[in-house]
């Protein structure tokens, strides 16, 4: 060889190192890198310090290069081989079979090779100068790749986890990134739990595998001694023995199960009774804290005493517990479940032979581990379902007031008459959903509290039909599967009916039981009208309910214990400012009933004892506040000895009682008229006033 020749070797060693250096020092493309990406920063070290290379390409002059050592890294099977010549073609990996030491020159082809770190690394390029002897190099790195596979097990550059697949749900997803685990019962954790792979294919029925070989399981020897038995080394890897219908031996379930007291050499070696104890295992992916279960098969080896067949489960490095059992001629099968919890994101299953260790015992089959979701809280009043048979209803809490009680009963919703007040039942209507008929009420007393209540459903459409409805007085439902929930109509299906057009009622909040009472005050005096609300009645059916309640002031009668005995009638004329002053003393010290009845009018309106009215009583109110004469809400009223006093509520029977204590006089009574907000009687307004009130003094003394 010339010495050119051998000067360009030795400058091809230096530069092999170089270069693989340049390879070590990727910044993102570590040996065993994660993810797809380019070269950023390059930077490498020799005998002289190189300046950062381009990445998009450059060229770079090394003169004089020194003779350097160069090692290579023990990395199974991996290698670089990358094109050097004129012209720049597109370079080439190669294989192991074109490198020697790191490096293979070719006087030909002008190639040579160095580690190529698992295949990831595409190209790497150098054009020779063919400058005299050699001594002068131009680099350019094209792109280099490392084309990282999510799925192998190994966590690389920016992923955040690898499990050796990329299935989701598992705790690490399909693209390598980290995941909440979600405790699914039906989800096998344990990888090939009965054994089924791989496939023994031999005549003897039975074969030997190492952890690499049998998915999902690491083997390990029990014990690494004696390292030598029978005259034959004990092999480095451990393996597994299964068997596939060994001398008629049944399986617990499909064709494979695992002798964990396994062997050295195989069905094809005579070697036998050696020492061949394992312990297998898989690391899991779990939740902290969640339950989990596990199931597997245990069978003593046919024929086999218990000293041969002893199996240990241990969860995290903890013996969970040691079972062991003698062969008869037959496997033998035991099913056995144990439950725990999991402390950490991963939990390490193991099962290890501890029986006698001369390659005979220990079945196992069928292993499985599931999360075992928590048990559903117990059935409360308040949870949101109706799930016990005391429930009538369930809205998802525990107050009173809404429609279902605290009890978890169906209650109507309270709405309350006015404080002083009770409420009294007056009348049902019920409303035609297919008429569309109007419905009156009894005359109602304007200004008078009310309750009205509507109640019941009905199907607005045609019933059960896909464009069809159910309703209630303010709401309505969908018979399809487009029915989600009820929806609040405007107006609502209940509606008033002032003579010509309808009047939207606000009937309040959904509630489940279809009550829906509110407070009404009717402005004027005369029947509510109600109707059903629709374009079309003819597909409607059923009918709502309307039930009406009036906010009655409590009848004032005589106390407890005593009754009312007449005593006096005095007629009160309203156009004397002096009013009528009974013959009788009331006593001191006696409670008296006095009930006046009556009205009187003058030539601007009528009044009664509280109340007055400028329209003969189709309304009515307390007082006269009619500009300009604001006089206050005692005008017109009946005086007792000179006092304004509270006669209640509105009467339209113009009926009115109140409880007076005796102070040994007669009393007086006279209608006031004038200034009440000064308590002042205008005498000169008496003149046009016309009628009486007629009062009845009753005196409540022991019962007769």
């Known amino acids: 060889m010339s010495k050119d020749k051998r000067q360009f070797k030795k400058i091809l060693g230096v530069l092999t190192s170089a270069l693989f250096c340049f390879v070590l020092t990727l910044s993102q493309c570590s040996v065993f890198g994660a993810f797809e990406a380019h070269i950023v920063n390059v930077t490498a070290q020799i005998d002289n310090d190189i300046p950062l290379l381009d990445p998009s390409g450059g060229q770079y002059c090394i003169d004089d290069i020194l003779l350097g050592k160069f090692d290579i890294p023990d990395i199974s099977g991996a290698y670089l081989c990358f094109t050097v010549g004129p012209g720049g073609e597109t370079p080439v990996c190669g294989d192991s079979d074109n490198c020697a030491y790191g490096y293979k020159y070719d006087d030909e082809t002008e190639t040579f090779g160095i580690a190529k770190l698992m295949n990831r690394v595409k190209a790497l390029t150098c054009h020779d100068t063919k400058q005299s002897r050699i001594m002068s190099w131009n680099f350019e790195f094209s792109e280099i790749y490392c084309n990282y596979e999510c799925g192998n097990g190994m966590q690389e550059g920016s992923e955040e986890c690898d499990d ?87 399986s617990y379930e499909a064709q494979q199960y695992a002798e964990l007291d396994s062997d050295w050499y195989g069905p094809g070696h005579s070697q036998s009774g050696e020492p061949a104890s394992i312990k297998i295992y898989q690391e899991i992916n779990t939740i902290s804290g969640q339950n989990y279960e596990i199931n597997f098969a245990f069978s003593p080896r046919p024929s086999t005493g218990a000293d041969n067949n002893t199996l240990q489960l241990s969860i995290d490095e903890v013996v969970k517990d040691t079972i062991s059992g003698i062969g008869s001629s037959n496997t033998v099968w035991s099913n056995n479940t144990y439950q725990f919890t999991a402390s950490n994101s991963k939990t390490k299953i193991q099962f290890a032979d ?18 075992v979701p928590p048990l559903p809280p117990a059935p409360v009043c308040g949870d949101g379902e109706v799930n016990q048979q005391s429930e009538q209803c369930d809205d998802g809490n525990t107050a009173n007031g809404d429609g279902c009680s605290a009890n978890c009963t169906i209650e109507e919703v309270q709405v309350n008459c006015p404080q002083g007040t009770t409420k009294e039942f007056v009348q049902t209507l019920t409303v035609d959903c297919k008429t569309g008929a109007k419905i009156s009420s009894n005359p109602l007393i304007g200004s008078n509290p009310y309750i009205l209540e509507a109640r019941g459903t009905c199907n607005w459409r045609v019933e059960d039909s896909p464009n069809g409805y159910l309703a209630d007085s303010e709401y309505w439902l969908r018979h399809d599967q487009y029915g989600e929930d009820w929806t609040k109509m405007n107006p609502g299906s209940i509606a008033f ?4 057009s309808p009047i939207n009622i606000d009937w309040g909040a959904y509630t489940d039981t279809h009550i829906y009472p509110i407070n009404y005050t009717p402005s004027t005096d005369g029947p ?74 003058n030539s601007l309106n009528v009044a009664d004892t509280e109340y007055t009215s400028i329209d003969n009583w189709s309304t009515h109110m307390d007082g006269y506040d009619i500009s300009p004469y604001l006089l206050g809400e005692g005008e017109f009223d009946l005086q007792i000895d000179g006092t304004f006093v509270n006669w209640g509520a509105y009467n339209p029977a113009h009926q009115y009682s109140y ?13 006031f008229d004038g200034d009440s907000n000064t308590g002042t009687k205008n005498l000169g307004w008496y003149g046009d006033n016309n009628g009486i009130i007629a009062v009845q003094i009753y005196e409540c003394g022991a019962p007769q």
Request: net charge negative; proline share 6%.
């Open 659 to 671: 409880l007076y204590p005796g102070a040994g006089n007669p009393v007086n009574l006279a209608v």
């Open 497 to 500: 009916w002032d003579g010509s």
């Open 164 to 250: 050796g697949n990329t299935a989701d749900g598992d705790g690490c997803s399909a693209n390598c990134t980290i995941e909440e685990l979600l405790c699914d019962p039906e989800a096998e954790l344990i990888s090939n739990g009965g054994f089924e792979e791989p496939i023994v294919g031999t005549p003897q029925l039975w074969n030997i595998f190492i952890s690499s070989i049998i998915p999902g399981w690491n083997i390990e020897w029990m014990s690494l001694e004696p390292s030598n038995y029978g005259g034959y080394d004990r092999p480095i890897d451990a393996n597994i023995e299964l068997h596939r219908g060994v001398n008629g031996w049944l």
């Open 354 to 371: 501890l029986g006698t260790s001369d390659s005979l015992g220990t079945f196992l089959d069928a292993v499985s581990v599931r999360c």
């Open 528 to 601: 509510a009208t109600f109707y059903f609300y629709d374009d079309i009645y003819s597909d409607n059916s059923g009918s709502l309910e309307v039930k009406i309640y009036e906010c009655k002031a409590p009848e004032v009668v005589c106390p407890q214990g005593t009754e009312p005995n007449l005593i006096e009638t005095v007629n009160v004329d309203s156009s004397n400012f002096t009013g009528a002053t009974s013959a009788s003393v009331l006593t001191s010290g006696i409670q008296y009933l006095i009930k006046a009845s009556g009205y009187w009018q």
